[in-house]
């Protein structure tokens, strides 16, 4: 078994929500609740959910851009949660990220050789002709020019941006990169380069990915693991395969449900998502998808479900609440 390198415990982050001339705070946002994941080295866990469910919040913790209310982040086995501002630029090397829009995530005053020239030189990698070289190797290896190093972003494709995007996040030679959406504002066709690139990147260099996604169809290429996010919770958590042949919680059934497939004829049947996702600061008695499920019954109401195994699945859900007993944090 591989060596884990990211490890979540009982994370959570509330917001507070102000009111009143005095700012008392009337309750809180549930960005992240009580989220446990482990990420084996080399291996990439899908993170799948709608917008507004926390993805987005649970990567800038792992970033350590914004601080947990509760729990801890585990990296190589240590914990960085409380790390002191001197320990962060080691730890930015190891840990970085593939933001969503490529054109807005780059500096359009600089050229794209002199922006990797300052990471690298900031975080001495390299110096003077090593630093150019190392540029030019960095360009290559996401399949870009050298002549490239001097253009400006707004001279590339989308696509181009999104590689010279990937680029900067390799230049610090990281163990772990978060793939925040990075491919949702690019032409379908692109989408599948950069995936495949990605890939070949992970397999060259050993990375360890968290690929962060509202589409399902994305994450299938890339996964070995996928979790399903709702509401700040995983409700579902298996082998990717598992994931699409044997979904067992309704909400993963529904997004599933979203995605085109040429090969179905008949689309009868499938489970249609209603209504919008309901406000994190709600304070659920029971399960926070039962106003959606189509498979709701009377306990759903009253009873918190726990997040459960059953098979080589872990289900947060009661309609498996006799076959499965309690699981511990899962690996990926």
Do not use: W
């Amino acid at each position: 078994m591989s060596d884990v390198i990211v490890e979540t415990v009982n994370l959570k982050k509330y917001f507070p929500i102000k009111k009143g001339i005095f700012s008392k705070v009337s309750k809180y946002l549930r960005a992240v609740d009580d989220i446990n994941i482990r990420i084996d080295k080399g291996k990439t866990l899908g993170l799948v959910g709608e917008s507004g469910c926390g993805k987005s919040t649970l990567a800038k913790i792992l970033l350590l851009l914004i601080d947990p209310t509760e729990g801890k982040v585990i990296f190589n086995g240590n914990e960085i949660t409380n790390n002191k501002i001197k320990d962060l630029k080691s730890l930015r090397k190891k840990i970085q990220i593939i933001f969503q829009d490529p054109y807005s995530s780059l500096n359009p005053k600089f050229t794209v050789g002199k922006m990797l020239k300052e990471i690298i030189k900031y975080h001495k990698i390299a110096e003077g002709k090593n630093a150019e070289k190392k540029v030019h190797e960095l360009l290559d290896k996401v399949g870009l020019r050298k002549t490239d190093s001097t253009k400006y972003p707004h001279e590339f494709s989308g696509g181009q941006r999104q590689r010279v995007c990937i680029a900067r996040a390799l230049s610090l030679e990281p163990e772990f990169i978060i793939c925040d959406e990075p491919v949702s504002a690019l032409d379908v066709s692109v989408q599948a380069q950069i995936i495949n690139l990605l890939i070949d990147l992970q397999k060259d260099m050993q990375l360890t990915y968290l690929f962060i996604s509202h589409d399902l169809s994305v994450v299938k290429h890339i996964s070995d693991y996928i979790s399903i996010m709702y509401l700040g919770k995983i409700v579902e958590h298996a082998e990717c395969n598992k994931i699409f042949n044997e979904p067992k919680h309704p909400y993963t059934e529904a997004l599933l449900a979203s995605v085109l497939d040429p090969n179905r004829i008949n689309q009868n049947g499938k489970i249609i998502l209603k209504g919008d996702l309901p406000s994190p600061s709600n304070v659920f008695n029971g399960c926070n998808f039962e106003s959606r499920c189509v498979k709701a019954f009377a306990d759903c109401k009253e009873i918190l479900p726990k997040l459960i195994q059953t098979d080589d699945h872990s289900v947060r859900c009661l309609l498996y609440k006799n076959e499965s007993s309690e699981v511990k944090p899962f690996n990926c």
